[in-house]
């Protein structure tokens, strides 16, 4: 099992989200959050005054997934968020030893789903 982390231009949420339905995959936790990367911000004047801001909106994705669905998660987010600038954003990929669904008290790959 997989626990792919994705952060992501906001804008590029429905495109992501339709390219993981293409492929199955249709349960994930969705937050909004701040970041910056290689973009490092930009330069906004308000009443005459310039500010740098170096935290930019970002949506992260939090997507379990079994062995068998990890690569194609994995290139349906690229393939909804790509837009081939900076600040598209980066995909973590970690190791998921345990699952357990509450409901079910299932665990492993059939709590996963």
Do not use: W
Request: aromatic share 6%; net charge neutral.
């Amino acid at each position: 099992m997989k626990y792919i982390v994705a952060m992501i231009q906001p804008h590029k949420l429905p495109d992501v989200k339709a390219a993981l339905a293409e492929v199955g995959v249709r349960k994930m936790t969705v937050t909004n959050a701040l970041g910056c990367g290689a973009q490092g911000g930009y330069t906004e004047v308000y009443r005459g005054v310039p500010s740098e801001v170096n935290l930019l909106k970002k949506i992260k994705l939090e997507i379990g997934v079994n062995e068998e669905y990890a690569e194609k998660t994995v290139k349906a987010i690229v393939k909804g968020a790509k837009t081939g600038e900076i600040g598209d954003g980066k995909i973590f990929i970690f190791d998921l030893p345990e699952c357990v669904r509450i409901r079910t008290e299932e665990k492993g790959e059939d709590a996963i789903g």
